[in-house]
């Protein structure tokens, strides 16, 4: 469960995605939680505390489909 945003981070042009976050995950370890293009999916702090990875992935997926359909 992420209990910290560390930082929000753009990534160059060659990456998979435009932006990144990275946390501080309830185990004490510190990594990247989601990637996205910042064009189609908008994510903020609020949206990743307190989630599991298994509700990121779902999060990002419901956001991505709701871009694609124009919602």
Do not use: C, N
């Amino acid at each position: 469960m992420v209990t910290e945003v560390v930082r929000f981070e753009a990534l160059p042009l060659e990456a998979r995605g435009s932006r990144r976050v990275i946390v501080r995950w309830s185990d004490g370890s510190v990594g990247e939680a989601l990637r996205w293009y910042d064009d189609e999916v908008l994510v903020s702090e609020g949206d990743v505390l307190g989630k599991t990875q298994t509700e990121l992935r779902q999060l990002h997926g419901r956001r991505d489909r709701d871009w694609l359909r124009g919602d």
